[in-house]
């Protein structure tokens, strides 16, 4: 139905969960469908594994969706659309008013690297170590209408902007502006798209209950008219090409307060800083996992897929590793 679906390449597949009030629903959906895809591939004969990109297969050996939303894709784009065999995480968060939504919007644009940093698990591509943390993100580089948004100052001007693109015929609808977070103009939420696919359905709940603690705390903020200091697009993206190449081992650069302090430091500071909304939102095993991650030297799942490189020498090793960690819990 519409819980499994297909994408745009034959080799990935879409869970979809409906809305989840707290985390503990979201745990409970997220383990169903991975169950029951489990159940679907192991029939088979094939297996499963969650990443950022997949470490060993090439991108030329990959089948399109039929369809015409797919073909339409690859005729306007070409070979960049064809090698996007890449894998992210989309988080929604579900918000009171399209106004809100702008307003928060750029507010959370500060703290995608960090969130990008936490996921990275795309370090391999065509069967090669590429030096970066999450290539996944190089790889979407290139797509029109994709990366951090510009400041925008509210919903109208984002109406203008997307009306203008529909009006000159060079989108379709707003679901084709890929912002590394937007505004869902059908779904009422604002939704995070920066992270690569994480490896466990842990990792999984912590970022997805960090952007809610995110929201919920900048819009109890935004309600005793207290607003977050606004980066420029370029200062977020000097922090989001360092959580792209080093992951957690970066520094990140706070201009509002001109000082450089590490990746770990930073996100410390951010779970500090949505620490009073925690107990609400019934979320405190989820940061206390993050604030763990942190201090656990093997790291992200990049980290854990290179280790396991470096100790075998065999990418395959690589695929078994991701296979097994995949479906833990």
């Given amino acids: 139905g519409e819980k499994i679906k297909s994408e745009a390449k034959q080799a990935a597949v879409e869970l979809t969960t409906g809305i989840c009030a707290t985390i503990a629903d979201a745990r409970q959906e997220v383990a169903m469908l991975k169950t029951k895809l489990k159940q679907v591939v192991t029939r088979e004969g094939i297996a499963l594994i969650a990443a950022g990109t997949h470490p060993g297969a090439l991108w030329q050996d990959q089948k399109t ?3 015409e939303h797919y073909q339409q894709l690859e005729d ?19 918000v009171d008013s399209n106004e809100l939504a702008i307003t928060l919007m750029n507010q959370l644009r500060t703290w995608l690297p960090h969130l990008l940093a936490l996921s990275s698990n795309s370090p391999f591509w065509q069967k090669r170590d590429t030096g970066l ?61 920066i992270c690569d696919m994480p490896g466990t359905i842990q990792d999984t709940l912590a970022l997805a209950a960090l952007c809610q603690a995110l929201v919920v705390k900048l819009t109890r903020l935004y309600e005793h008219n207290i607003q977050c200091y606004v980066s420029p697009r370029d200062y977020i993206e000097v922090n989001k090409w360092s959580a792209m190449r080093y992951g957690l081992d970066g520094d990140v650069i706070d201009f509002m307060k001109g000082r450089r302090i590490s990746m770990r430091d930073s996100i410390h500071e951010l779970l500090d800083f949505v620490a009073d909304v925690v107990a609400d939102l019934k979320c405190e095993r989820e940061m206390q996992y993050l604030r763990t991650l942190l201090a656990d030297p093997a790291g992200t799942g990049a980290d854990r897929q290179l280790a ?19 479906m833990d819990g």
Avoid at 76 to 94: A, K, N, P, W
Avoid at 164 to 176: N, P, Q
Avoid at 308 to 326: A, C, K, S
């Fill in 308 to 326: 396991t490189y470096r100790r075998t020498g065999n990418i395959d090793e690589v695929n078994r590793f991701l296979m097994q960690r995949t």
């Fill in 133 to 193: 943390k999450s290539y996944r993100t190089a790889l979407w580089k290139p797509i029109p209408y994709s990366g951090v948004p510009e400041i925008m100052p509210s919903w109208n001007d984002f109406e203008q902007y997307v009306d203008d693109l529909i009006r000159t015929d060079c989108i379709e609808s707003a679901k084709d502006i890929c912002w590394d977070i937007r505004p869902h103009t059908v779904f009422g939420t604002i939704e995070f798209r």
């Fill in 65 to 67: 969706t039929p369809g």
């Fill in 76 to 94: 306007d784009l070409q070979d960049v659309e064809r090698m996007l065999v890449i894998y992210g995480l989309h988080i929604h968060v579900g």
